[in-house]
């Protein structure tokens, strides 16, 4: 199986989970489905956008990336993925967040600063709205803060 068809079956996949999320949703209370439909329809509308736009405008497969060069993203993306949970674990949730996604967009993507800053904000402002204001989740704290 190619990589485009293995593309193929994941967005399917996640359509097929997103449309099941969703619909179980629908016999939660009113506060219980708020997060699973703010979750589940978005996700479900941008599995369907990806099939749709394959089959109407089919891309070229990609390009092969040498082995070396592909152990290397994935022990830089781990490294990235531990680094948020020590973080996470020192400065609290709320804290790490802003933190991880200034610094990924910054070091990792190299995002202009502006653009970068730009980003965090929303990032932090829907996080804290969403979860602590809306929905009423309460983040861990760090040993630090």
């Not at 703010?38 to 394959?54: D, M, Q, S, W």
Request: hydrophobic residues 60%.
């Amino acid at each position: 199986m190619n990589r485009l068809a293995g593309e193929r079956i994941f967005d399917v996949f996640i359509l097929v989970v997103s449309v099941v999320f969703v619909s179980l949703a629908a016999g939660y209370s009113s506060a219980g489905r708020l997060a699973p439909l703010i979750v589940g329809i978005p996700t479900a509308l941008l599995a369907l956008y990806r099939i749709v736009r394959g089959l109407v405008r089919p891309r070229e497969a990609p390009y092969a990336v040498p082995e070396k060069a592909f152990w290397l993203r994935l022990a830089t993306m781990y490294m990235w993925v531990v680094g948020f949970l020590i973080l996470s674990m020192l400065a609290g949730f709320l804290i790490s967040i802003p933190l991880f996604a200034l610094g990924f967009l910054l070091i990792q993507n190299r995002t202009p600063i502006r653009v970068a800053v730009l980003l965090t904000l929303g990032i932090e402002v829907v996080v804290y709205l969403f979860f602590v204001r809306l929905v009423g989740v309460p983040f861990p704290t760090g040993l630090l803060f």
